[in-house]
């Protein structure tokens, strides 16, 4: 592939991924937006442009995400800065989103536990500006990211350092929301497409999956004010088992689909 001197529409015709991975890489090579591509479609790479545009499709073919790297993933209508450090945010999580705005009163106190990107975090206080939205993970470089991501996105979230409960003393909140690590070790898909890439503490607890969230079950009677919500993501297999774990103590025990039809979200409060 040497598209030094060809014109945008011609590289973008003779790149090897498919369409939509071809363009987001080419707008991305050559900074330009999707009308851009249009518009500017008869202007040729320089020998600059063809280099970083071979380089980034390189990237892609040895498998690394699309998302990290152009650095970046939209989720909830919003722009999110990712890297290495985080869970590429799923469009499956945009459910927990929707579920806890529908359940937050004005003024409320959300918790995001492992906020990695800070998706969640960012996306509900962006929606709701009354909320008072906190976020922790337990790491820095992750947390650095969901800094930046909720400047960006001009949503106000307090971010705290935490392993799991640990740095909230006795604080309650209305709403805790969490998309934890629920893949068991050994699961196939581990070692398959964008998982391969992603951190192993975003994605797996090294054990049957239910681990942390056991763990968060666990702390959250502590944690939440009356009448309060836990919503938790979990894997296709294991909404009965986190509907177990709510069993006794909460009320309204349900899980939601994903847009797929997967029980992807269960909680109670
Ligand atoms: N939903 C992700 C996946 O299956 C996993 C995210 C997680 O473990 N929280 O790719």
């Known amino acids: 592939m040497n598209l030094t001197g060809a014109t945008v529409s011609a590289a973008q015709a003779a790149l090897p991924l498919d369409a939509l991975e071809n363009r987001i890489l080419l ?21 600059a442009e063809a280099d970083a545009l071979e380089a980034l499709v390189a990237r892609r073919q040895l498998g690394e995400p699309i998302a990290y790297i ?17 869970l590429i945010p799923r469009p ?48 820095a470089a992750a947390l650095d990211v969901a800094r930046a991501n909720a400047a960006a996105n001009g949503a106000q979230v307090r ?52 681990s942390a969230l056991r763990t968060i079950v666990a702390g959250a009677a502590a944690h939440l004010a009356a009448g309060g919500w836990l919503l938790l993501e979990h894997g296709y297999d ?3 088992a986190v509907r177990a774990m709510l069993a006794d103590g909460y009320t309204d025990v349900q899980s939601w689909r994903d847009l797929s039809g ?5 909680g109670g409060r």
């Open 70 to 86: 152009v650095g970046k993933r939209e989720f909830f209508g919003l722009d999110f800065k990712v890297s290495d450090a985080v």
């Open 159 to 210: 971010f705290l350092h935490s392993d799991w409960y640990a740095a909230l003393a006795g604080e309650k909140f209305d709403l805790i929301a969490s998309n934890p690590p629920y893949i068991a070790s050994g699961d196939v898909h581990l070692s398959q497409g964008d998982l391969r890439f992603e951190p192993a503490a975003a994605l797996t607890d090294h054990a049957d999956g239910l």
């Open 92 to 139: 499956d999580t945009e459910l927990l989103v929707e579920l806890a705005l529908e359940r937050l009163a004005p003024g409320a106190a959300l918790l995001d536990m492992g906020t990695g990107s800070g998706a969640i975090a960012v996306a509900v206080a962006h929606s709701r500006p009354d909320a008072r939205v906190s976020a922790l993970d337990a790491s």
């Open 238 to 240: 294991q909404a009965a």
């Open 262 to 266: 997967i029980e992807r979200v269960s």
């Open 27 to 47: 707008c991305h090579a050559l900074g330009l937006t999707r009308v851009g591509l249009i518009t500017q479609s008869h202007r040729t790479l320089s020998a």
